[in-house]
């Protein structure tokens, strides 16, 4: 049996047992309506299970899933199968060959009784012996890992911005902190890089602007460190990068706050002290435990710039860390794409055009490419309009084709946010035409569209 034609089945199958839920809460169970749907959904899973040996179907994320694929285009009634199925605690269930009407009946009328009660797979299990229904079966979905990998990606980002934000608190008291919690929150980072690259640097495109300097250093910590783990480096160089990354502006808690947070141009004088914050995070960092002098020098050239151009101003001779390149564009990457009051955001495409024109000025042209290549042509994070009208957010990076990454759809062609967000691999074709399915006509500005791209990190 075709793929769509079996989708189309199972749509019909949950249509039909929707539509018996509903009437079931209408009319009395013996009700002829009552039964005439359940005998309809009992005639379609039947004929299905002539072809299959099992029917089994899976709620992920309050949709429905069929041999890991979502089945979206929701009717009333599939939608009342689904939260029927969530309001009991079903994640997952199997029809097996041989069903008896009177099963599905039971069945049904257990969804219907329990619904609100939120029951233990047991308590299913036990409610589907004592009705004697032995041909569906309820199972535990075997959740895939990506939600696993982002909590876990998440835990650790916010880690890292306690840890930034207990140093920068200690240093504004005067005192000296540690650096074991910077280069702990380091190190997991770079674990969580090595499983999943995504589910991290998804992350630093939320942008929270309240707590800009905190996040701003975090992210600048984990950009620095995707890239030192894109280079053959040992181990301990790419923390000592992620570690100077992540404190690149610790020397900003000696410049005054207001100073910091102005938001309009600054005088050449304020300009003059904003510049000493390198040399004053250098200043910090070298009298921190568990933090290698590298860091340090990083943290004083991380504006020094490719071509000297930048701050602090350098005696001649002077031979530069090549690792401060590294820092210097993870730092331009996030300031440019996050919104100030100064500047309007730029997409992340917007931002990696930008730094190209900077190659070989202030940016080495040779880290702004392993940058691209890291992040594709379309970024995480990046909004995009499709050829179908649909805003979506990408999610994934495709090796085999970096104009073709995956998306998670928000909206629809009239621009409604969808109820629940698809997930989508633009690589896919379709199977008839041999043509993609949809693709990526352009990149949008989120803070100039009616779409949230947190919404699908969130
Ligand atoms: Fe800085
Ligand atoms: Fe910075």
Request: net charge negative; aromatic share 6%; proline share 4%.
């Amino acid at each position: 049996m075709e793929r769509m034609e079996l989708e189309a089945q199972i749509k019909e199958i949950t249509k039909a047992l929707g539509g018996a839920l509903k009437n079931l809460g209408l009319y009395p169970e013996n009700h002829p309506l009552v039964q005439k749907t359940i005998a309809q959904a009992y005639d379609l899973i039947t004929s299905l299970l002539e072809s299959l040996n099992e029917l089994a179907l899976a709620i992920v994320d309050e949709t429905l899933v069929f041999e890991g694929t979502p089945l979206f285009q929701l009717t009333s009634s599939l939608e009342l199968f689904i939260k029927s199925l969530g309001e009991c605690g079903i994640e997952a269930l199997v029809f097996h060959r041989g069903l008896k009407k009177s099963e599905l009946e039971s069945f049904i009328s257990i969804l219907h009784a329990n619904r609100g009660s939120i029951l233990s797979e047991q308590k299913v299990r036990n409610l589907f012996q004592i009705e004697d229904i032995k041909k569906i079966v309820v199972v535990t979905v075997e959740k895939d890992k990506e939600p696993d990998d982002l909590s876990a990606a998440k835990e650790i980002y916010e880690n890292a911005i306690s840890a930034v934000t207990a140093a920068m608190n200690d240093i504004r008291l005067g005192k000296i902190p540690s650096g074991s919690e910077s280069r702990k929150v380091v190190q997991d980072m770079s674990g969580m890089l090595k499983k999943n690259q995504d589910a991290m640097l998804a992350l630093t495109m939320i942008k929270n602007y309240d707590e800009y300097t905190y996040t701003h250093s975090v992210n600048v910590g984990v950009i620095s460190l995707t890239i030192a783990e894109s280079l053959s480096l040992s181990e301990s160089e790419k923390i000592d990068i992620g570690v100077a990354g992540l404190l690149h502006d610790v020397g900003k808690t000696q410049v005054a706050l207001d100073l910091i947070r102005k938001p309009s141009t600054l005088t050449l004088e304020e300009f003059e002290e904003i510049k000493k914050h390198p040399d004053e995070g250098h200043r910090i960092l070298i009298e921190m435990e568990f933090i290698n002098p590298v860091s340090g020098k990083i943290v004083r050239e991380h504006h020094m710039g490719f071509d000297l151009s930048g701050y602090p101003k350098i005696e001649p001779g002077y031979k530069m860390e090549p690792y401060s390149q590294i820092v210097s564009i993870a730092d331009c990457y996030d300031a440019l794409s996050t919104l100030r009051t100064y500047q309007k955001p730029r997409t992340p495409k917007e931002s990696l055009e930008v730094m190209t024109k900077m190659a070989g000025k202030s940016l080495d042209p040779a880290m702004v490419k392993v940058l691209i290549k890291i992040l594709g042509i379309y970024p995480i994070g990046t909004m995009v309009k499709l050829d179908t009208d649909e805003v979506a957010v990408v999610s994934a990076q495709n090796t085999e084709d970096s104009a073709r990454p995956k998306v998670i759809v928000l909206t629809d062609a009239e621009g409604r946010n969808l109820d629940f967000p698809v997930h989508i691999d633009l690589i896919e074709k379709d199977p008839k035409t041999g043509k993609f399915n949809r693709s990526i006509v352009t990149t949008v500005n989120p803070l100039l569209e009616n779409a949230n791209p947190s919404r699908s990190v969130a």
